[in-house]
T-cell receptor, first 111, second 115 residues
Framework: RKEVEQDPGPFNVPEGATVAFNCTYS??????FFWYRQDCRKEPKLLMS???SGNEDGRFTAQLNRASQYISLLIRDSKLSDSATYLC????????????FGSGTRLQVQP | ETGVTQSPTHLIKTRGQQVTLRCSSQ?????VSWYQQALGQGPQFIFQ???????GRGNFPPRFSGLQFPNYSSELNVNALELDDSALYLC??????????????FGPGTRLTVL
């Protein structure tokens, strides 16, 4: 079983749509959670951290459910520029300090 | 831009050869991590260097090795290249301080093709 699992997509949505991505993680000791965005042939960039209380940054809302080991990202009012791969990422500060990435979910926003 | 640079940007090697990839960390960062990203996959952690010593390693064989220099820049060396080593190699720098997690900033990557 992969440590971080995501639906690979692709998600093809029209401009203005709301789209949700989900992710599950297997290590219950994980302590930090993130969504990264990766454009084609570019490096990953931090989109937002994810907190248990849920957090919002403009059109983006992230949620964490520790009991279910589940992370979500909601994008409202999708823009063409949101087209990218969204990577669910977990960091376990105990033991090896590394980021564990899911395989990513590809989003294509269409005009 | 993150301030993390990598060289070269692209590289083509043949099976069995050796390769060295380089990374310059962002100013003020003391830790460099290396990741391998195969096509269609998320990055996978190779290892991390802190104060010139390996500070954690993922599930990669010993032919993947690294170095960190006093200026915190780093090298990734891969011996006896295999076809499956073809991937984008990313380095990320951060400040390691106690248990606080600080954001890792990624370089643009080196795309390695093994023929």
């Amino acid at each position: 079983r992969k440590e971080v699992e995501q639906d690979p997509g692709p998600f093809n949505v029209p401009e203005g749509a709301t789209v949700a991505f989900n992710c599950t993680y297997s290590n219950s000791a994980s302590q930090s959670f993130f969504w990264y965005r990766q454009d084609c042939r570019k490096e990953p960039k931090l989109l937002m951290s994810v907190y248990s209380s849920g957090n919002e940054d403009g059109r983006f809302t992230a949620q964490l459910n520790r009991a279910s080991q589940y992370i979500s990202l909601l994008i409202r009012d999708s823009k063409l520029s949101d087209s990218a791969t969204y990577l669910c990422v977990v960091n376990s500060p105990t033991g090896r300090r590394a980021l564990t990435f899911g395989s990513g979910t590809r989003l294509q926003v269409q005009p | 831009e993150t301030g993390v640079t990598q060289s070269p940007t692209h590289l083509i090697k043949t099976r069995g050869q050796q390769v060295t990839l380089r990374c310059s960390s962002q100013s003020g960062h003391n830790t460099v991590s290396w990741y391998q990203q195969a096509l269609g996959q998320g990055p996978q952690f190779i290892f991390q260097y802190y104060r010139e010593e390996e500070n954690g390693r993922g599930n990669f064989p010993p032919r993947f090795s690294g170095l960190q220099f006093p200026n915190y820049s780093s090298e990734l060396n891969v011996n006896a290249l295999e076809l499956d080593d073809s991937a984008l190699y990313l380095c990320a720098s951060t400040i390691l301080a106690g248990q606080t997690y600080n954001e890792q900033f990624f370089g643009p990557g080196t795309r390695l093709t093994v023929l």
